[in-house]
Nanobody, 122 residues
Framework: QVQVVESGGGLAQPGGSLRLSCAASGFTFNVYAMSWVRQAPGKGLEWVSGIYSDGSETYYEDSVKGRFTISRDNAKRTLYLQINNLEPDDTAVYYC???????????????WGQGTLVTVSS
């Protein structure tokens, strides 16, 4: 069935790097936009980044521009988020999510993963 599964989170120090992965199954991955959303402790969901179905367009929340890079490998049915220069405020559960169409502009996220925890120590 339709499913996305995140991995790659863990404990890191400020200034370090992590690469998150999201493995997709049960749908035609290369025709859907994908996004990363995070939830920091005690906070609500925050959209972080999105990517068009074929990877031709990417979008970022202002606070992560220059540090985060979203990418996808459609042959491997996998979405990635490279996080560089980690900051304590990056501590959150990171979710990947499937859009309802090819464009990130179609904002309804209809399938979510269970999340992977990123913890950045001070």
């Amino acid at each position: 069935q339709v499913q996305v599964v995140e991995s790659g989170g863990g404990l890191a120090q400020p200034g370090g790097s992590l690469r998150l992965s999201c493995a997709a199954s049960g749908f035609t991955f290369n025709v859907y936009a994908m996004s990363w959303v995070r939830q920091a402790p005690g906070k609500g969901l925050e959209w972080v980044s999105g990517i068009y179905s074929d990877g031709s367009e990417t979008y970022y929340e202002d606070s992560v521009k220059g540090r985060f890079t979203i990418s996808r490998d459609n042959a491997k049915r996998t979405l990635y988020l490279q996080i560089n220069n980690l900051e304590p405020d990056d501590t959150a559960v990171y979710y990947c999510a499937k859009h309802s169409g090819a464009s990130v502009l179609y904002r309804y996220l209809e399938v979510w993963g269970q999340g992977t925890l990123v913890t950045v120590s001070s």
